[in-house]
């Protein structure tokens, strides 16, 4: 059965660094996309940024831009999110998604619909 599991998150301060990380069996790996979505307390998960199968093409959200960098490394099925200069709006559980269709892509950032198989979550809590 396909397992994915997020990891890396905790408190950290505001301005600081933070590296999730996504680890996801049962599948070939390097045949799919990889989203990260963060959801706050009373909103809806958003996507926050994803990578392609092969992890040359990447996407983020624009408030993200710049301060998040997403990566794979399919040797060892796992996507990172390499966050800096976190700020309060960072703050949230962040999920990591394998997406529903093979080698698929996209030009603008998908929602969680285009996603199949999903983490638990870990959180990140950014003090102000």
């Known amino acids: 059965q396909v397992q994915v599991v997020e990891s890396g998150g905790g408190l950290v301060q505001v301005g600081g660094s933070l590296r999730l990380a996504c680890t996801a069996s049962?599948?070939?790996?390097?045949?799919?996309?990889i989203g990260w979505f963060r959801q706050r307390p009373g909103q809806e998960r958003q996507p926050v940024s994803c990578?392609?199968?092969?992890?040359?093409?990447?996407l983020y959200t624009d408030s993200v831009k710049g301060r998040f960098t997403i990566s794979r490394d399919n040797a060892q099925n796992t996507v990172y999110l390499q966050m800096g200069s976190l700020n309060s709006d960072d703050s949230g559980t962040y999920f990591c998604?394998?997406?529903?269709?093979?080698?698929?892509?996209?030009?603008?950032?998908?929602?969680?619909?285009?996603?199949?198989?999903w983490g638990q979550g870990t959180q990140v809590t950014v003090s102000s």
């Open positions: 998604a394998v997406a529903s269709r093979r080698s698929h892509w996209w030009t603008v950032l998908p929602d969680d619909s285009q996603f199949r198989y």
């Open positions: 049962g599948l070939k790996f390097g045949d799919y996309a």
């Open positions: 990578i392609n199968s092969r992890g040359g093409y990447t």
